[in-house]
């Protein structure tokens, strides 16, 4: 660099912090590049490869007309199929009309909050919870308003909650998980049903993410659609439908926001990928290979919970959906970011620290992903406990 030259610096809306699952998962990696071997438990991502039928499909796509643009808001056939999704699953009727395709959920948020939120507003999330949600409206100039969970609350959040935090903060939304990352916990449906009437009642704009729905194991996920048509749904094919690395999710909206989410897309992506578009749609017939994909997360479950206990990590989030266990570790640390140092350099299980969920109490939690294969999780087990009997 000549002494002439300048440094770039970053815009102040890019100060965000980093996705530390992320960061996990890029040095469990190179150590494996290393020859480390490493279980790996960071990410949310499904180990099954995606379902026949979905692969099937991208690959008749490959040896037929050239892959192009779709239209901004996606394939109408997979718009209709997503319809027909809601009134076989949740007995709701929705207008094709009102589905969006995005690239994931990820590509689905920044649409929602461009089209629901000026700089400035007030949105209500659950902490701990998913960090995307605060790097996102951090970089959007949206304030996030923390709705405290924990087990008093069964990790849930109530309509009386959203209440006292509109009264002291006058909020402009709500952003709801259920099942939740990274606790598993669930709203139950009368919980959502007071909270989608609350925000009605308040005028607060309502966004449901539900993006672990089909991924539940004693009681199936409601959609917010079931209580209000007003609620923004935000799904994804990435979770149940193994198809992280596909980037292909979808909204429902609000009819009033159809052009704008439209207009959205147009600029900022200008259509989801159309082969992931055409391998999503025939995800949908897979169920039977999906549900068999899910018992084994169901089996992850059963031994991560019994064996954790065994090993004192026993205050744990409920579980009830998702695939995640969230641990109070606090008998063992008080700096969650160097324990889940020491898991991965000194014995080779990957994880990710509470801090990136909990700014406030996640120097006391870890997150363990169990949407690995069976043998994993029996070995983590393994691991973890030589690790705390060293400690």
Request: aromatic share 8%; net charge negative; charged share 20%.
């Amino acid at each position: 660099m000549t002494q002439s030259a300048k440094i770039v610096s970053p815009a102040r809306r890019a100060a965000i912090a980093p996705f530390i699952a992320m960061d996990v998962k890029r040095e469990s990696s190179l150590l494996e590049q290393a020859g480390a071997g490493i279980v790996h438990m960071e990410v949310g991502e499904p180990s099954a490869p995606p379902p026949r039928r979905a692969r099937e499909a991208a690959i008749a796509a490959l040896a037929g007309q050239p892959v192009g643009y779709t239209d901004a808001l996606g394939l109408s056939s997979l718009r209709e199929r997503i319809a027909r999704h809601y009134r076989v699953t949740y007995a709701v009727e929705v207008d094709p009309q009102r589905v969006a395709v995005t690239t994931g959920s990820s590509g689905g948020f920044i649409m929602a909050f461009l089209a629901l939120f000026d700089a400035g507003a007030r949105v209500a999330i659950q902490n701990p919870g998913y960090p995307a949600y605060r790097n996102i409206f951090g970089a959007l100039g949206i304030e996030a308003v923390d709705l405290p969970v924990d087990s008093s609350n069964s990790f849930a959040v109530t309509a009386a909650a959203v209440e006292r935090a509109d009264d002291a903060h006058k909020l402009d939304g709500l952003l709801l998980m259920s099942p939740a990352n990274p606790t598993g916990a669930m709203q139950s449906p009368e919980s959502l049903r007071q909270i989608a009437e609350t925000c009605e009642k308040r005028g607060i704009k309502f966004i449901s993410d539900e993006i672990y729905h089909g991924l539940t194991y004693d009681q199936p996920a409601q959609t917010a659609l079931a209580f209000s048509d007003r609620a923004l749904i935000v799904n994804s094919f990435s979770k149940y439908y193994c198809m992280t690395g596909w980037r292909v999710g979808w909204l429902v909206v609000p009819p009033e926001l159809i052009r704008t989410v439209e207009r959205l897309q147009q600029s900022l992506a200008i259509s989801a990928p159309t082969l992931s578009q055409i391998a999503a749609e025939a995800a949908f017939e897979a169920t039977d290979e999906l549900e068999a994909i899910k018992a084994g997360y169901g089996r992850n479950r059963d031994i991560l919970l019994n064996g954790l206990r065994g090993l004192g990590l026993d205050q744990l989030a409920p579980a009830d959906g998702a695939f995640y266990l969230y641990a109070d570790v606090s008998r063992f640390t008080d700096d969650s970011t160097a324990f889940c140092h020491d898991l991965l350099h000194r014995a080779g299980v990957a994880a990710t620290p509470g801090v990136d969920f909990d700014p406030v109490r996640g120097h006391l939690a870890l997150r363990l992903s169990y949407a690995g294969a069976e043998a994993d999780m029996v070995e983590a087990l393994k691991r973890l406990k030589t690790f705390l009997a060293r400690r």
